[in-house]
Nanobody, 122 residues
Framework: QVQLVESGGGLVQAGGSLRLSCAASGSIFSINTINAMGWYRQAPGKQRELVASIDYGRRTNYADSVKGRFTISRDNAKNTVYLQMNSLKPEDTAVYYC?????????????WGQGTQVTVSS
């Protein structure tokens, strides 16, 4: 099993920045099965959506709504993925969930973090 622990959420004004981190831990065997890591978010009354993902080779994928504002990165030695969020908008307000899976692309399966709240005030 793999545990994902997120940090870095909070309250910020529109136009501000936040950096989310997600560290994976567990058995060496389980950790070594992880390929893609990334972030989903879910706003009240809305479906969970993929925000950004990065595979072990550091190839990235972003939702259109965050392109040019968010940057995903990872440190494979630390089994940690980061999401740098700049130029935040009120519509970015959501609970952000870290996700990790054995596949090259996230598909809503695999391991999940507990979620961290991001609130952007106007």
């Amino acid at each position: 099993q793999v545990q994902l622990v997120e940090s870095g959420g909070g309250l910020v004004q529109a136009g501000g920045s936040l950096r989310l981190s997600c560290a994976a831990s567990g058995s060496i065997f389980s950790i070594n099965t992880i390929n893609a890591m990334g972030w989903y978010r879910q706003a009240p009354g809305k479906q969970r959506e993929l925000v950004a993902s990065i595979d072990y080779g550091r190839r990235t994928n972003y939702a259109d709504s965050v392109k040019g504002r968010f940057t995903i990165s990872r440190d494979n030695a630390k089994n940690t993925v980061y999401l740098q969020m700049n130029s935040l908008k009120p519509e970015d307000t959501a609970v952000y969930y870290c996700n990790a899976d054995q596949y090259r692309y996230l598909r809503g399966s695999g391991y999940w973090g507990q979620g961290t709240q991001v609130t952007v005030s106007s």
